[in-house]
């Protein structure tokens, strides 16, 4: 039984979140046994699906109540990318360790299956810069949670964040409280 099956669930309403379930799909023993992928690339693939996800993500938040959007490495640049380019506003990558030119701040965290430290670089906003931050999947939070912080470290006020799908059972929103969290579909 799939999500779609069993009645979809998200911050945007059950016909969003089967849209976006519709798309996901789940591969097994990834990237360690036991551990179920959810792979958002079919929903990227689709363009009029794709679409609508961004267009919904920006119709939450207000196209006027952010001045860049943040993506977390890797497939948050793709959502970033196209919120930034849909608004006129810029997009600023949030790296994995090592992947910036410049002088940055850096977090680390611990992940559902291990460690890792996350960068941006020192000056890429100005002092309350407003910023929007969007990633695939939230779960333990650990990565929304550093990247949170870079943001604010770095001068910039986080203005929402959003995530195509939340883990609810890994307690992500929990750790992120008090902030806001926007999943368009949570399992």
Do not use: C, N, W
């Amino acid at each position: 039984m799939t999500q779609t099956d069993i009645g979809a669930r998200g911050d945007s309403g059950p016909e969003t979140a089967r849209l976006v379930a519709s798309r996901v799909l789940d591969v097994p023993d990834f990237p360690k046994p036991g551990v179920v992928f959810k792979d958002l690339m079919p929903l990227f693939a689709d363009g009029a699906v794709f679409r609508e996800v961004i267009d919904g993500i920006i119709s939450h938040h207000g196209r006027d109540s952010f001045d860049a959007v943040v993506g977390i490495e890797a497939r948050g640049f793709v959502i970033a990318a196209a919120i930034a380019y849909a608004t006129g506003v810029g997009v600023v990558p949030v790296r994995k360790a090592g992947k910036l030119p410049r002088a940055a701040y850096s977090a680390s965290y611990a992940l559902e299956y291990g460690e890792a430290t996350l960068e941006v670089h020192q000056d890429a906003f100005t002092a309350g810069h407003r910023v929007l931050v969007v990633d695939d999947v939230l779960a333990t939070g650990g990565t929304a949670e550093a990247t949170m912080d870079l943001v604010e470290r770095a001068g910039g006020t986080v203005s929402g964040f959003t995530v195509l799908m939340e883990l609810g059972f890994l307690g992500g929103r929990e750790r992120l409280a008090p902030r806001s969290v926007h999943a368009l579909l949570t399992v």
